[in-house]
């Protein structure tokens, strides 16, 4: 399954990071999602990166002020996100999919398509 850590409060403008890590399997071979879910809102795919792929997909809403990137040797994938506004207020999941397809996140991928999930975690930002 994958866990998740990281979150919390910050004020606008500030930074937070997120981790995702794969506990009983290797996340090798596997495209990684993330997505966030606002109050009242669905849930929505912020980012995406497939194994070995050395591009990384993300949503308008977040392009040029988040980063994700993976540390194999930990086995974990991070969400860096920077410069956070009052509306990235969200719950932040990561997800998982196995698969061969390297391009595999080059195509927009909804939330039905992975097959594991973390247990989210809460990011806040407010002043």
């Known amino acids: 399954h994958l866990v998740q850590s990281g979150g919390g409060l910050v004020q606008p403008g500030g930074s937070l990071r997120v981790s995702c890590t794969g506990r009983g399997f290797n996340l090798d071979h596997y495209a990684i999602g993330w997505f966030r879910q606002a109050p009242g809102k669905e849930r929505e795919g912020i980012s995406c990166n497939s194994y070995k792929d050395s591009s990384t997909s993300y949503a308008d809403s977040v392009k040029g002020r988040f980063t994700m990137s993976r540390d194999n040797t930990e086995n974990t994938v991070y969400l860096q996100m920077d410069n956070l506004k009052p509306e990235d207020t969200a719950l932040y999941y990561c997800?998982?999919?196995?698969?061969?397809?390297?391009?595999?996140?080059?195509?927009?991928?909804?939330?039905?398509?992975?097959?594991?999930w973390g247990q989210g975690t809460q990011v806040t930002v407010s002043s």
């Open positions: 997800a998982a999919q196995f698969t061969y397809n390297e391009a595999w996140c080059r195509t927009p991928r909804g939330r039905s398509e992975y097959d594991s």
